[in-house]
T-cell receptor, first 113, second 111 residues
Framework: DAGITQSPRYKITETGRQVTLMCHQT?????MFWYRQDLGHGLRLIYY???????DKGEVSDGYVVSRSKTENFPLTLESATRSQTSVYFC????????????FGEGSRLTVL | GQQVMQIPQYQHVQEGEDFTTYCNSS?????IQWYKQRPGGHPVFLIQ?????EVKKQKRLTFQFGEAKKNSSLHITATQTTDVGTYFC???????????FGPGTRLSVLP
């Protein structure tokens, strides 16, 4: 049961560089999500997707881009990384946005210098 | 927009003591979930509450959903070192499509 996997687990980059974080799930869940976790803020939603080719913004979407050409993949791209985007990023999935639990990946720790 | 708060932010307890974390929403919730995140780990689902006044138990953990569906609590009886971690509530209101997470309560258990 591979579940939901994220890569890379750790990434150091420089301001202005483009970075893509990958997320892959094997359950064929309809919904996928990207959160960032920062001390004192809990988990904040960046983007979510209800199905392939359907994406929508969360509360902190500025500076991020997503795509979902296949149900199982949901990459997150930082087009021009800034220091404020240093964070731990979690991908999650579930069968439906209003039903059941979120299954989280292991997280990707990104440092922007 | 919807806001979810949790108190306390941190809690240090002696092993065997009880622990409670409280979650409050600025809007009425349709349902609420609780997650646990171990240090260095990822959030793991614990439970979902849907009904007003609902109480659910999982071994030493007791979850409550307030009558007004604007608050919730998680109570751990006789904490153990395995309970260490951060506990998050996540609420969804009647208008939102997604769950909004609280900032979490970090629990430390001293042996």
């Amino acid at each position: 049961d591979a579940g939901i996997t994220q890569s890379p687990r750790y990434k150091i980059t420089e301001t202005g560089r483009q970075v893509t974080l990958m997320c892959h799930q094997t359950w064929s869940h309809s919904y996928m999500f990207w959160y960032r976790q920062d001390l004192g803020h809990g988990l904040r939603l960046i983007y979510y997707s209800a199905a392939a080719d359907i994406t929508d913004k969360g509360e902190v979407s500025d500076g991020y881009v997503v795509s979902r050409s296949k149900t199982e993949n949901f990459p997150l791209t930082l087009e021009s990384a800034t220091r404020s985007q240093t964070s731990v990023y979690f991908c999650a999935s579930n069968r439906g946005a209003d039903t059941g639990e979120l299954f989280f990946g292991e997280g990707s720790r990104l440092t922007v210098l | 927009g919807q806001q979810v708060m949790q108190i306390p932010q941190y809690q240090h307890v002696q092993e065997g003591e009880d622990f409670t974390t409280y979650c409050n929403s600025s809007t009425t919730l349709s349902n609420i979930q609780w997650y646990k995140q171990r240090p260095g780990g990822h959030p793991v689902f614990l439970i979902q509450l849907v009904k007003s006044g609902e109480v659910k138990k999982q071994k030493r953990l007791t979850f409550q959903f307030g009558e007004a569906k604007k608050n919730s609590s998680l109570h751990i009886t006789a904490t153990q070192t395995t309970d260490v971690g951060t506990y998050f509530c996540a609420g969804r209101d009647n208008y939102g499509q997604n769950f909004v997470f609280g900032p979490g309560t970090r629990l430390s258990v001293l042996p």
